[in-house]
């Protein structure tokens, strides 16, 4: 005995072994406590139901235990550790004389706890005591999990609602993401206005199950005209690389429609590469969308080497053009009718201004007389532009051809 007082000095016994629901999963019981002196010392057992640590938090949080849990890191393993209890900590297990008790049970006297029996004290199979630990590590924040997702952000603009939320719950399914922490795991990926939708729903939405989250995500983001697909299945290759080429189109497609067939996105590809470039382009060798890359790989290696950058360059430019939407609105918007015949009255007449034959009179000090018949003869000189003609404009006018 030691010469320290040990009257209110007590010993608890803890060992690490295999769940008895999962031989995988090691755990550490509390075994027993032990007083040393009085007329109830002994070592008192806990019973099988009572020995888990998540009975015991008070005793756990205390600095020695919790120094005899961390020093635990292998299967088979006996710790114990002498201490002295604090009042609020006492009360769990002793009662107002002493007795020992847990949970209101009174405990019984038991014998020492060896090494050998510590693998087999809450199971049948004897574990080895050189078995490493199998400890189920705690759960790292969401936040945390979700960085190690590889989607990109939602993009309203950019990104297919329907396709981009099911890699989003491809995801949370590979980082074992609940069912009901989706929602608060969908707000990390959004961004503008997406994020305020998120805001707004989280205010007014009743059903707050994932279920729910689901609906209203695919019903305001998913795009309800034909705009989309019709610019995937009009994209055709103008210049520049015939693989980028393939691979936008194939990916507009896929975008537009995931149930298409292999063989009607193979025919699109083909359809919008020019004829002496699809005519190269073997039947026998482009059955599968690989195959088709292959081959247009191939026949781009094949391409003469000799040709200026500065037309590539203009093509590319002129390709951009044309697959843009925003800016065939900007080239557009550059036709625009003659502002002095408007301000005159005569709305809707396309020609320059520095030609215009109301200005020339103006500055002459003649007035121009609108007659019927002079004015069918002016309308003759005008010339409507449309996309149509602009295209083949940007199509023929100084560009090499392919």
């Known amino acids: 005995m030691s010469s320290i007082d040990e009257d209110d000095r007590v010993r608890f016994t803890l060992f690490s072994t295999a769940d008895s629901t999962d031989q995988k999963t090691t755990v550490i019981l509390v075994h027993s406590v032990e007083v ?19 009975h015991h938090k008070e005793l756990c949080d205390l600095p020695v235990i919790a120094g005899v849990i961390r020093s635990m890191k292998h299967r088979g393993q006996i710790r114990r550790g002498i201490l002295r209890l604090t009042p609020e900590v006492r009360k769990l297990y002793f009662d107002e004389d002493e007795n020992v008790v847990f949970k209101g049970d009174y405990l019984e006297e038991t014998e020492k706890l060896e090494k050998s029996r510590a693998s087999t004290a809450t199971s049948t199979t004897p574990v080895a005591s050189t078995t490493p630990i199998v400890v189920t590590p705690p759960r790292k924040p969401l936040q945390t999990i979700m960085k190690d997702a590889v ?73 309800k005209g034909w705009t989309q697909s019709k610019y995937a299945i009009n994209f055709r290759y103008i210049g520049g690389g015939l693989s980028e080429y393939a691979r936008k189109k194939l990916k507009l497609l896929a975008e537009t429609g995931k149930t298409l067939p292999d063989e009607w996105r193979i025919f699109m590809v083909i359809a919008g590469l020019p004829d002496n470039i699809s005519c190269k382009i073997k039947i026998d060798r ?28 203009k093509v590319t430019s002129k390709t951009e053009i044309l697959n843009n939407q925003v800016d065939k609105k900007k080239f557009q918007t550059e036709i625009r009718p003659c502002r002095i015949c408007e301000k005159a009255g005569k709305p809707g007449r396309f020609h320059p201004e520095a030609e215009c034959f109301l200005a020339a009179n103006a500055k002459s000090g003649r007035t121009f007389v609108n007659t019927n018949s002079k004015q069918k003869n002016f309308e003759k000189i005008v010339k409507v532009t449309n996309n149509t003609e602009i295209e083949d404009v940007l199509n023929n006018d100084n560009v090499p051809k392919n």
């Open 36 to 54: 040393f002196s009085g007329p109830n010392a002994g070592l008192y057992g806990f019973a099988l139901e009572h020995r888990y640590l998540k």
């Open 151 to 223: 989607i990109p952000k939602f993009n309203e603009e950019k990104s297919n609602a329907s396709i981009w939320l099911e890699s989003f719950e491809k995801e949370c399914e590979r980082l074992i993401v609940k069912e009901d922490e989706k929602p608060q795991a969908l707000k990390l990926f959004l961004e503008g206005s997406a994020l305020d939708w998120y805001d707004t729903n989280l205010i007014l939405l009743e059903d707050t199950t994932w279920q729910s989250w689901k609906t209203e995500f695919v019903e305001n983001f998913t795009v």
């Open 286 to 313: 482009a059955k599968t969308v690989n195959g088709l890359i292959g081959e247009i790989s191939q026949l781009e290696k094949q391409t003469p080497k000799n040709q200026s950058s500065k037309s590539s360059a």
